[in-house]
């Protein structure tokens, strides 16, 4: 019995330091190849690159934090404070936008903005024949299209905590003789701040590693420069320390965001508490409420998606509707559900040793594990590149690459549901079994999995959708005519063949709809 | 639990003015005139309040959880709106249907039953919320005076998270007190705190309130808390008040079956009228509610009104014993199958199947109508 219980728990031993193997593997060889690299190389890229990148990465950054604070704050009250007709499907329609990767949308208000495009029309209109828009290849034309893409980050984590909120808060201060605004002020906002930061950070890190919208409106960022590296030059080296500064940035920002939250830890309400009551508003208020958040809303998802529907029934579309098409169907299923069960079986092990023995080498591997969560997409396929170019070039080129790059990218995202769900159960639970004369394979498969199935369902499918919009990875790892959707939404978009590009965009929407559900279920402060 | 009034001494409960001719011409710091509160599913309705205060007078409002209590101290307080009738705060109307003085403009101090302290404040930072219009050095000399009176000095520096369960409930009493509010709100204050704790704040907050002359409404489900802390009581029952006396009169003339049930262990004899006199099985007791010859009535008999003497040929039969500390409680079973309870010292043990004989010796006699009728 006991013989059986120390293999068993061996080779679960093994399997995580293989997992974390896997993912410190290639950081570890990106990093050699940059600090090796020539100190001219370095120079050059300083003195040409590296400043304008920078600047432009951290002002898109900043730039689209401040647009979504002022969209995702905002909103967030309208639909958990104040009641009115249509607040509840409000407050669903406000997370739609998060069904849009950021290339879909960056290359709808390409039309929708560009140069003679239906806005630039309407403005003619208005202003003269002369008058010209902002482009929507420039910062603000970026900042625009991530903003819109990116703020229900920020409704959605000051949403649930204002949810949460203890309404007695602001009634005391109330009693201390503070005004509404003055509550909202010295009271309300300050204990929502760390979900509202939290909410930023989510969206910082996605502008800073985002690749779809800045390629497409052609943005210079870190990202995008990483990629160019790669195809352009074909030049590693230069990539790779691009990839590190990138690394570096993300990282910082996440420090700085751990830092925040750390020091507002205690800001839990705690005990018995009442939920604040809702204002009840008359049809005045109701009619700007409903023009506001529909304005949000149709910018940011209706719009977009209707031009897509639109696209799509158009005769062009309907053409490519071929067996090609449903190849590139085929292509993104297959690769979306290998990439989701082996994020699983390799996070499983990671999350299950770091719960039950929580010593330090395996409290590392899963530490190691959620190293993806900076990793951009490029630079995570450029480390499974390199590395796989080092070792086992025979494998280059082949669908194997692109899963390991999947797994290194989307295993935090899939851990951040696993790793809740091991915790739930206590060890108890599994003890007992014991003392019921199951063995440890038997405890497994009787108790610990049933209990956990949801969890795993849940990270399995999220890291499915993921991979399913996935761009930067696929694009340089893909074997040769290996296209996704996601591909040809690029490609064609690139090429501005709009409605060529709508089919696949819009099939993207539709079954990302699903994991919304997920997202507003789930308890977004632990993320 | 859920009995509703049954009627008899109800008439000088309510309107409250002759319980200000008791005290004399007191202005009154708080009135309520027959107040009621919309009905919304989630907070019990309150019908037809009326009540008022006086200056530094500790008034307990106490009923069970969904009796309307926290939602009479939530209209005083401005948070809930009022349907029907007015609430006077020291003589100026400030809620009606029509209108709803804001809370800020009110100058009510106000403890929550989880205290509410601002987490992201200090301490001392949580005391001087309410006093943003004062300059800075007066704001901390008040802060100060205030932490000294609540025995709070060295922990001005610290976050609420960092203090204990009594703790916590100082800071919030002084940052309701160091306003000079005009009246003192406590929602359940020691529900949060273990019972130790509990009654020593308990004796804590009635002297500093009997210090600063403090008036304050206390909402509580605990009947000791509300004999401990009040000058009087109100006892509510689903949304209206059935009955507001001092303590001893609630406990000891308690004015409707609930009340009578609700302050304390009390069992209800049945018996009937007969030529002037209730008759039980227990004796006879004086017709104090002028019942018509032949109706049935409860007689309330608190434990503490029974003595219990042994006796071999007496038919009541001892079931269970309870031992308190400082007292046993019997539970006694009468020759009708009626089960009463009796308290002695704990000195005295009887064992289980005693042959006893009761002896009743209340000094009040509390008759209700035979049934109670149900929560309406």
Same mark, same amino acid.
């Given at each position: 019995?006991?013989?059986?219980?120390?293999?068993?728990?061996?080779?679960?031993?093994?399997?995580?330091?293989?997992?974390?193997? %896997?993912?410190?593997?290639?950081?570890?060889?990106?990093?050699?190849?940059?600090?090796?690299?020539?100190?001219?190389?370095?120079?050059?890229?300083?003195?040409?690159?590296?400043?304008?990148?920078?600047?432009?990465?951290?002002?898109?950054?900043?730039?689209?934090?401040?647009?979504?604070?002022?969209?995702?704050?905002?909103?967030?009250?309208? *639909?958990?404070?104040?009641?009115?007709?249509?607040?509840?499907?409000?407050?669903?329609?406000?997370?739609?936008?998060?069904?849009?990767?950021?290339?879909?949308?960056?290359? *709808?208000?390409?039309?929708?903005?560009?140069?003679?495009?239906?806005?630039?029309?309407?403005?003619?209109?208005?202003?003269?024949?002369?008058?010209?828009?902002?482009?929507?290849?420039?910062?603000?034309?970026?900042?625009?299209?991530?903003?819109?893409?990116?703020?229900?980050?920020?409704?959605?984590?000051?949403?649930?905590?204002?949810?949460?909120?203890?309404?007695?808060?602001?009634? *005391?201060?109330?009693?201390?003789?503070?005004?509404?605004?003055?509550?909202?002020?010295?009271?309300?906002?300050?204990?929502?701040?760390?979900?509202?930061?939290?909410? +930023?950070?989510?969206?910082?890190?996605?502008?800073?590693?985002?690749?779809?919208? +800045?390629?497409?409106?052609?943005?210079?960022?870190?990202?995008?420069?990483?990629?160019?590296?790669?195809?352009?030059?074909?030049?590693?080296?230069?990539?790779?320390?691009?990839?590190?500064?990138?690394?570096?940035?993300?990282?910082?920002?996440?420090?700085?965001?751990?830092?925040?939250?750390?020091?507002?830890?205690?800001?839990?309400?705690?005990?018995?508490?009442? #939920?604040?009551?809702?204002?009840?508003?008359?049809?005045?208020?109701?009619?700007? %409420?409903?023009?506001?958040?529909?304005?949000?809303?149709?910018? #940011?998802?209706?719009?977009?998606?209707?031009?897509?529907?639109?696209?799509?029934?158009?005769?062009?579309?309907?053409?490519?509707?071929?067996?090609?098409?449903?190849?590139?169907?085929?292509?993104?299923?297959?690769?979306?559900?290998?990439?989701?069960?082996?994020?699983?079986?390799?996070?499983?092990?990671?999350?299950?040793?770091?719960?039950?023995?929580?010593?330090?080498?395996? %409290?590392?591997?899963?530490?190691?594990?959620?190293?993806?969560?900076?990793?951009?997409?490029?630079?995570?396929?450029?480390?499974?590149?390199?590395?796989?170019?080092?070792?086992?070039?025979?494998?280059?080129?082949?669908?194997?690459?692109?899963?390991?790059?999947? +797994?290194?990218?989307?295993?935090?995202?899939?851990?951040?549901?696993?790793?809740?769900?091991?915790?739930?159960?206590?060890?108890?639970?599994?003890?007992?079994?014991?003392?019921?004369?199951?063995?440890?394979?038997?405890?497994?498969?009787?108790?610990?999995?049933?209990?956990?199935?949801?969890?795993?369902?849940?990270?399995?499918?999220?890291?499915?959708?993921?991979?399913?919009?996935?761009?930067?990875?696929?694009?340089?790892?893909?074997?040769?005519?290996?296209?996704?959707?996601?591909?040809?939404?690029?490609?064609?978009?690139?090429?501005?063949?709009?409605?060529?590009?709508?089919?696949?965009?819009?099939?993207?929407?539709?079954?990302?709809?699903?994991?919304?559900?997920?997202?507003?279920?789930?308890?977004?402060?632990?993320? | 639990?859920?009995?509703?009034?049954?009627?008899?001494?109800?008439?000088?409960?309510?309107?409250?003015?002759?319980?200000?001719?008791?005290?004399?011409?007191?202005?009154?710091?708080?009135?309520?005139?027959?107040?009621?509160?919309?009905?919304?599913?989630?907070?019990?309705?309150?019908?037809?309040?009326?009540?008022?205060?006086?200056?530094?007078?500790?008034?307990?409002?106490?009923?069970?959880?969904?009796?309307?209590?926290?939602?009479?101290?939530?209209?005083?307080?401005?948070?809930?709106?009022?349907?029907?009738?007015?609430?006077?705060?020291?003589?100026?109307?400030?809620?009606?249907?029509?209108?709803?003085?804001?809370?800020?403009?009110?100058?009510?101090?106000?403890?929550?039953?989880?205290?509410?302290?601002?987490?992201?404040?200090?301490?001392?930072?949580?005391?001087?919320?309410?006093?943003?219009?004062?300059?800075?050095?007066?704001?901390?000399?008040?802060?100060?005076?205030?932490?000294?009176?609540?025995?709070?000095?060295?922990?001005?520096?610290?976050?609420?998270?960092?203090?204990?369960?009594?703790?916590?409930?100082?800071?919030?009493?002084?940052?309701?007190?160091?306003?000079?509010?005009?009246?003192?709100?406590?929602?359940?204050?020691?529900?949060?705190?273990?019972?130790?704790?509990?009654?020593?704040?308990?004796?804590?907050?009635?002297?500093?309130?009997?210090?600063?002359?403090?008036?304050?409404?206390?909402?509580?489900?605990?009947?000791?808390?509300?004999?401990?802390?009040?000058?009087?009581?109100?006892?509510?029952?689903?949304?209206?008040?059935?009955?507001?006396?001092?303590?001893?009169?609630?406990?000891?003339?308690?004015?409707?079956?609930?009340?009578?049930?609700?302050?304390?262990?009390?069992?209800?004899?049945?018996?009937?009228?007969?030529?002037?006199?209730?008759?039980?099985?227990?004796?006879?007791?004086?017709?104090?509610?002028?019942?018509?010859?032949?109706?049935?009535?409860?007689?309330?008999?608190?434990?503490?009104?029974?003595?219990?003497?042994?006796?071999?040929?007496?038919?009541?039969?001892?079931?269970?014993?309870?031992?308190?500390?400082?007292?046993?409680?019997?539970?006694?079973?009468?020759?009708?199958?009626?089960?009463?309870?009796?308290?002695?010292?704990?000195?005295?043990?009887?064992?289980?199947?005693?042959?006893?004989?009761?002896?009743?010796?209340?000094?009040?006699?509390?008759?209700?109508?035979?049934?109670?009728?149900?929560?309406?």
């Amino acid at each position: 019995m006991i013989a059986v219980r120390r293999s068993s728990i061996s080779a679960l031993q093994l399997a995580v330091l293989a997992s974390a193997a %896997l993912i410190l593997l290639p950081l570890g060889y990106v990093t050699t190849l940059a600090l090796s690299a020539d100190p001219a190389v370095w120079q050059r890229l300083w003195a040409t690159r590296v400043p304008e990148l920078l600047l432009n990465t951290v002002s898109l950054a900043g730039a689209v934090a401040l647009l979504t604070l002022v969209l995702g704050v905002p909103t967030a009250w309208m *639909v958990t404070r104040i009641e009115f007709p249509g607040r509840r499907l409000w407050e669903v329609a406000l997370v739609l936008p998060l069904a849009m990767p950021t290339y879909v949308l960056a290359y *709808v208000y390409n039309y929708l903005l560009g140069f003679g495009g239906p806005v630039e029309q309407l403005w003619q209109l208005v202003a003269g024949p002369q008058a010209r828009i902002f482009s929507p290849q420039s910062f603000w034309g970026v900042t625009l299209v991530m903003a819109l893409d990116t703020f229900p980050f920020v409704y959605l984590l000051t949403r649930s905590a204002l949810l949460s909120f203890n309404g007695s808060f602001e009634e *005391v201060a109330r009693t201390c003789g503070a005004s509404r605004l003055r509550t909202m002020l010295s009271v309300t906002l300050p204990l929502l701040r760390p979900s509202i930061v939290a909410g +930023v950070a989510l969206v910082v890190l996605y502008v800073v590693s985002d690749f779809g919208a +800045v390629s497409l409106l052609r943005y210079q960022t870190l990202t995008y420069a990483v990629f160019q590296q790669m195809t352009g030059r074909s030049d590693n080296q230069a990539a790779s320390i691009l990839s590190i500064l990138l690394v570096v940035l993300a990282l910082l920002f996440l420090l700085a965001e751990r830092w925040f939250r750390r020091k507002s830890r205690f800001y839990q309400t705690t005990g018995h508490y009442r #939920a604040p009551q809702r204002i009840q508003r008359g049809w005045l208020h109701t009619g700007l %409420l409903t023009v506001c958040l529909a304005t949000v809303v149709g910018l #940011a998802f209706g719009i977009p998606t209707s031009l897509l529907v639109m696209w799509s029934l158009s005769q062009e579309a309907q053409a490519i509707l071929d067996t090609r098409f449903f190849g590139f169907v085929w292509n993104s299923a297959l690769l979306s559900s290998l990439a989701a069960t082996a994020a699983v079986l390799v996070g499983l092990p990671l999350a299950y040793l770091a719960s039950r023995k929580p010593t330090w080498l395996n %409290l590392g591997c899963l530490q190691a594990a959620y190293a993806g969560y900076v990793l951009p997409g490029p630079v995570a396929a450029l480390a499974v590149l390199v590395l796989f170019l080092k070792i086992m070039p025979f494998f280059y080129g082949t669908v194997l690459v692109l899963v390991v790059a999947y +797994v290194l990218h989307f295993l935090p995202a899939g851990l951040q549901s696993l790793e809740p769900s091991i915790q739930q159960i206590t060890p108890n639970l599994e003890e007992v079994a014991r003392t019921l004369g199951l063995g440890v394979q038997e405890t497994w498969r009787r108790v610990t999995l049933p209990l956990i199935r949801n969890g795993v369902i849940v990270a399995w499918v999220l890291i499915f959708l993921q991979t399913m919009k996935e761009l930067p990875a696929t694009l340089l790892l893909r074997p040769v005519g290996f296209d996704t959707l996601a591909i040809r939404v690029w490609l064609e978009a690139s090429e501005e063949y709009y409605q060529l590009a709508a089919p696949s965009a819009l099939l993207i929407v539709l079954v990302g709809l699903p994991a919304l559900l997920l997202l507003l279920s789930r308890d977004w402060r632990a993320a | 639990m859920v009995h509703s009034p049954s009627h008899t001494a109800h008439t000088d409960t309510n309107p409250p003015d002759s319980q200000v001719d008791l005290y004399g011409p007191t202005s009154s710091i708080l009135e309520l005139r027959s107040v009621s509160c919309a009905y919304d599913l989630s907070r019990p309705a309150i019908r037809n309040i009326s009540f008022s205060i006086r200056e530094g007078e500790i008034l307990c409002l106490l009923g069970p959880s969904g009796c309307g209590k926290t939602t009479i101290l939530r209209a005083i307080a401005g948070f809930e709106p009022v349907r029907s009738g007015q609430i006077f705060l020291s003589d100026r109307l400030v809620s009606s249907c029509a209108e709803t003085v804001p809370t800020e403009e009110r100058r009510v101090g106000m403890v929550f039953q989880e205290y509410a302290l601002f987490p992201h404040l200090r301490v001392a930072d949580n005391i001087a919320f309410g006093l943003h219009q004062l300059s800075r050095a007066e704001r901390t000399s008040r802060v100060q005076e205030m932490l000294q009176l609540t025995g709070l000095e060295g922990l001005e520096r610290r976050y609420p998270h960092e203090l204990s369960g009594g703790q916590q409930q100082r800071v919030a009493l002084s940052r309701a007190l160091v306003q000079n509010p005009v009246l003192l709100l406590l929602d359940e204050p020691f529900s949060n705190l273990d019972p130790d704790m509990a009654s020593r704040m308990r004796q804590d907050l009635h002297a500093l309130l009997h210090r600063t002359k403090t008036t304050t409404i206390l909402v509580t489900h605990d009947h000791d808390e509300a004999f401990a802390m009040a000058d009087r009581i109100a006892v509510l029952n689903c949304g209206e008040i059935e009955q507001l006396d001092s303590p001893e009169l609630i406990y000891h003339l308690p004015a409707t079956w609930f009340v009578a049930d609700f302050v304390g262990q009390a069992d209800f004899i049945t018996g009937q009228i007969q030529q002037g006199v209730v008759r039980t099985e227990l004796g006879a007791f004086p017709n104090t509610i002028d019942g018509i010859e032949g109706a049935h009535v409860v007689v309330m008999i608190r434990p503490d009104d029974i003595h219990l003497i042994p006796n071999k040929s007496a038919e009541p039969r001892i079931v269970a014993r309870q031992f308190r500390g400082s007292e046993n409680l019997y539970t006694v079973q009468l020759p009708s199958g009626q089960v009463v309870h009796g308290s002695e010292s704990s000195t005295s043990v009887y064992h289980e199947g005693t042959a006893v004989e009761l002896r009743v010796s209340a000094t009040h006699t509390v008759l209700f109508s035979a049934e109670p009728p149900p929560c309406s």
